[in-house]
């Protein structure tokens, strides 16, 4: 590591994250006074057992976050992002707070799907900055914050929907560091280095995919498709990558589609169709 704690200098090559750090500050809220959590849900007995399976996925993924960014802290050189990923770890707090609330309101937090587990702890286990970045705030991060959208959009209930608006600001400012931040570290990634990340892209985005889909019936009952769900991420991520300018070890949108379609497909012909259920209640299609 070449930081040096010592230095007399002030750090100011990175005005943007500069910008993102007073963001991150005037976004600063508190789940327990910022949400009503005394309002009832307003889902039904297997509409709230759906929506919890689906929340558990996303709850484990905050408590990766919670771990990844706190890690990211000591492995990054620059002042400002450091600024910027202390700010993620008490968000990401917040997060696991939020949604431990909101797991047992709707049924219980269920056990973490094996797809889930996988990748979680590859980007907790790792030591390259590079691969968490990448996997953590690029892919899960935006996946995640597409899923929140969906929910947001098919979801009437009031109090779900304010936890998802919260915890979904604050989601956006985590892919923001990854647009900023990632050029700077990969423009360092070898060629070794960069073929290894393009092995574990592959890797994770197949075990989101799958997890994901082990989820499409509970997707299903509250209307929502969650195929289409991974398309709009997939779009989403090469969007933020399109910003980033650099794509040293980013596969391209494009062949991520193709990965996650084609497995889809296999899944589709050998399990079954399967379509969001048409009266849910919930659903707004
Ligand atoms: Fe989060
Ligand atoms: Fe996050």
């Not at 399976?53 to 450091?82: C, H, M, N, W």
């Not at 799907?113 to 990448?134: G, I, M, Q």
């Not at 985005?205 to 997707?219: G, K, L, Y």
Request: net charge positive; with cysteine; aromatic share 8%.
């Amino acid at each position: 590591m070449s930081y040096d704690l010592f230095r007399a200098e002030i750090d100011d090559g990175f005005p943007r994250l500069e910008r993102l750090f007073e963001q991150a500050k005037q976004d600063f809220w508190n789940d327990s006074t910022a949400i009503d959590w005394s309002q009832p849900l307003t889902l039904g007995p297997d509409e709230r057992r759906a929506m919890a399976k689906i929340l558990s996925l996303i709850y484990y993924g905050e408590r990766a976050a919670l771990e990844v960014s706190a890690q990211l802290v000591p492995l990054v050189d620059d002042e400002q992002a450091k600024f910027v990923l202390a700010c993620q770890v008490i968000e990401e707090a917040k997060h696991v707070s939020a949604f431990r609330r909101l797991l047992k309101k709707l049924d219980d937090i269920h056990p973490a799907n094996p797809w889930v587990r996988r990748v979680l702890t590859d980007l907790v286990e790792t030591k390259h900055a590079s691969y968490k970045l990448v996997g953590m705030q690029l892919i899960v991060e935006n996946i995640a914050n597409q899923l929140f959208h969906i929910i947001h959009d098919h979801v009437e209930d009031p109090l779900i929907r304010k936890v998802l608006e919260y915890v979904g600001r604050d989601e956006k400012k985590h892919t923001g560091l990854a647009v900023l931040y990632l050029p700077k570290i990969l423009k360092k990634v070898g060629f070794v280095e960069s073929h290894m990340l393009w092995a574990k892209q592959i890797y994770w985005t197949f075990c989101v995919s799958q997890a994901i889909w082990d989820h499409r019936r509970e997707a299903a009952a509250l209307g929502i498709d969650i195929q289409q769900g991974l398309r709009k991420g997939i779009a989403a991520q090469d969007h933020l990558v399109e910003q980033m300018g650099i794509r040293r070890g980013i596969f391209k949108s494009k062949t991520l589609e193709g990965i996650v379609l084609k497995m889809y497909d296999r899944d589709r012909k050998k399990r079954g169709s399967w379509t969001p259920h048409p009266s849910g209640t919930s659903s707004r299609s």
